[in-house]
């Protein structure tokens, strides 16, 4: 079977309004003024006084009198004493018992 054909009523444009642009009105720049760095003045440095060295009287070296050396009267040399051998004493064997 054929299909009819629907026909769609035609659909109507819709208008839209045109948006007006907002202006943005322009900001001025604000100017800021330098801050002058403040003048630091310059410290003079501190020099001290030069602190003169105390100079040490050189203390005399005292002088020894010389001592004489001692003479040691030279030890004969004593012989050493000659030590006679001793015999190793000889055990007679003693024969075991034979008990009965």
Do not use: Y
């Amino acid at each position: 079977p054929q299909v009819p054909k629907v026909e769609f009523p035609e659909v109507p444009k819709l208008e839209v309004p045109e948006i007006p642009k907002i202006e943005v009105p322009e900001v001025p720049k604000v100017d800021v003024p330098e801050v002058p760095k403040p003048a630091v003045p310059e410290v003079p440095k501190l020099t001290a006084p030069e602190v003169p060295k105390p100079t040490v009287p050189e203390m005399p070296k005292p002088i020894l009198p010389e001592v004489p050396k001692l003479e040691v009267p030279q030890v004969p040399e004593v012989p050493k004493p000659t030590i006679p051998e001793v015999p190793k004493a000889t055990v007679p064997e003693v024969p075991k018992p034979t008990f009965p």
